[in-house]
């Protein structure tokens, strides 16, 4: 059995994460929707003030989203947030605030897919689920020597049914933590230690000495650059910031962004069209943020407004509001920008 190690080295060696040690399917809901895609140790913080917070399933359901964002802003992917919110008020509402014990029904919730479900419910409820995420992925594809795409949906499985088949029955939610924790401290991408790893005896890439190839996985494609024009509009002591509602972001609050046209040009018109007419005040310069799939490649400018004929499908908001509002991580050059605009007005 290539994993009898696996759960006294995990006993000895466990990471102690400020999520771990709970059998809240609340808390552990929560946490892994915040560990996907985030760094354990920058999930630390907001994980407590988000607990603190919200500290059960009602008191997310109540919450306003515009809150729930502030509580998630800088963690990115905020679909995560909206659909956390979703999943809560189902919860309150159809469950009386109790989450849903079986898989398939914590599996239905808004935002919670194969892996998620897993891991809430052999975490909380002892169901022997595995938690295939990319840390399980890598350490059971070099236990068990795959050499094919992990990509491949039938690969996939594969090491699905690897994890179904080994899983702890009696400790499925630590058999889970423990090959997180050997893959995201010893089993790591690129060079794994196995001169430390509990498992290296029944390795089959440890034995067949390729576990650095391993996992096999196709080329991702690089993130496509878009250039973006940005517009930091001010009008009588406040600021332009409207509402996101493209996929990307949806909900949060940006500057005027103008997508494939990063000219002044491109955005005193696009002004014009919102009823708007401004003048270019000066060069801002300009900021990048890599998401998954693009790269918003953008140019700063201020203008100040000189004509608001509409005031719809945006806000002015000042220095304080501003601040409170939940702004991605993409507008932080930006908002550091606007801020020095708003308090440059005031002095
Ligand atoms: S022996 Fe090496 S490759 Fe195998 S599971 Fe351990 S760290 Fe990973």
Redesign the pocket.
Known sequence: MPYTQLLPWYDENKRVLPFRGTRDAYAVWISEIMLQQTRTETVSGYYTRFMERFPDVEALALADEQEVLKYWEGLGYYSRARNLHKAAKIVYQEYGGRFPHSHETVRALPGIGDYTAAAVCSIAYRLAYPAIDGNLT??IS??HGIREDVGIPSVKRQIEELGKAHIDPDRPGDWNQALMD??AT???PGT???A??????K????LQDD?EL?PVRAAAKPPKPVPMGVALVTHNGKILVQQRDAALLKGLWVFLLLENDDTPDGLLKKLHGMGIEAALKSDLGEAKHVFSHRIWNMKIYHFEATEVRKKTGFRFVNSEELAALPLPTAMKAARKRAMELLNADIE
């Open positions: 890598r350490v070099r236990v050997l893959g010893i089993c790591l794994p230690d196995c430390r790893c509990p498992l290296k005896e390795c089959d890439a440890f576990a391993l």
